[in-house]
Each structure stands twice: as C-alpha cells, then as structure tokens.
C-alpha cells in the first residue's frame, strides 16, 4: 500500500503532487525544457491537516502546480495515460485559492505552448473536511481544478468530491471533470 503524503506544516505557498509537486519555467543550456508525464500512477492518499498556507494551496495526485509566468520562455507540460487512485483530504487554513484535484492542480501556460492533458482517470475521492477555512476561491475537481490555456480531452473522474459543511467562500469553483478552464 502507498504511504502517500502528509502536510501538517505552515507555508507562504503549498504545491503537493502525488508524481510532482511544482513545476516552472526550466531550462537547460538556454534550451526551454517541456515535461512529459506519461504512464504514471498514484495510490498514495494525500493529507493536508492543520497547515495554516497565508498565500495559495494546490493539491493533486499527479502534478500539483505548474505554472508558466515568463513571456519569453513558454513552457510546456503535457500528462498523459496517468492514473489516481489517491484520496485527498483538506483541513486547514488558506489565506487566498485553493485548487484540488485527482489529476493536475493547476495548469498555466502563457503563450505558444498549452497544457496539453488527455487519457487521464482519477478513481480518488476528494474531500475538504468540516472547519476548513479558505479565504479566497475554491476550484475543487476530480480530473483539472484550474487550466489556463490547456488542451484537454478524454479525461475520467470517478472519484466522490465532498464539500463537508462549509466552508465560507469568495467563490466556489467544482466540477465532476475540471473545475475551471480559461482561454
């Protein structure tokens, strides 16, 4: 059985993956580097209790955040045939978004380059437990919590999503598949 992951401490940012946590804007030699994650599967449960996070908390059984920020050098992520089987749990404290999801947390590409995420199934139950505290937007997800600019396609929850009694939110973003997806 997967041991998995367990966050208990304080953070300004908190990015958690059950394959990768965090991923931005690398190069190599001045060559832009595009990640590939193909074929990876994940079992471990995900536990994020009694952290306090004063900024942004992503969560995902596969890739947690990535994100692009530089209009100079795009970067480029796809996932692809990945598998979750993880829970996630979420009781804490957030000072502005939290984004949870089975598969990708949050995905973001400035430019040319999309987040391209296809053939993926998350089987993972994702709850935020009763006396969460989320002082910014909620995108709560079983496949994509947040895509910016992203191709996405043949994608598969069938993992449950709980929202336990609360909390009070500025905005609440939840979808069976994908939370929230921009152009």
């Known amino acids: 059985?997967?041991?998995?992951?367990?966050?208990?401490?304080?953070?300004?940012?908190?990015?958690?993956?059950?394959?990768v946590g965090f991923g931005n804007n690398?190069?190599?030699d001045g060559t832009i580097v595009y990640t590939t994650i193909q074929n990876s599967k994940n079992s471990g449960k995900i536990t994020i209790q009694n952290s306090k996070v004063k900024e942004n908390l992503t969560a995902a059984g596969i890739f947690g955040h990535s994100s692009s920020n530089s209009k100079e050098n795009d970067y480029g992520l796809t996932i692809d045939n990945c598998e979750n089987s993880g829970a996630i749990d979420f009781i804490g404290t957030v000072g502005a978004d939290t984004r949870l999801a089975g598969i990708i947390g949050y995905g973001?590409?400035?430019?040319?380059i999309p987040t391209t995420i296809s053939n993926n199934v998350n089987s993972g139950a994702i709850t935020v437990k009763e006396g969460a505290s989320i002082s910014g937007s909620l995108y709560?997800?079983?496949?994509?919590?947040y895509s910016v600019r992203g191709n996405l396609s043949n994608l598969v929850n069938n993992g449950a999503i709980t929202i336990?009694?609360?909390?009070?939110?500025?905005?609440?973003?939840?979808?069976?598949?994908?939370?929230q997806h921009s152009s």
């Open 140 to 145: 709560l997800a079983g496949v994509v919590a």
């Open 164 to 179: 336990e009694n609360g909390p009070d939110l500025s905005a609440t973003n939840v979808g069976g598949v994908i939370g």
């Open 26 to 28: 690398a190069t190599i």
């Open 108 to 112: 973001n590409s400035t430019t040319a």
């Open 1 to 19: 059985e997967a041991t998995g992951v367990l966050a208990t401490g304080d953070a300004n940012n908190m990015y958690i993956g059950g394959v």
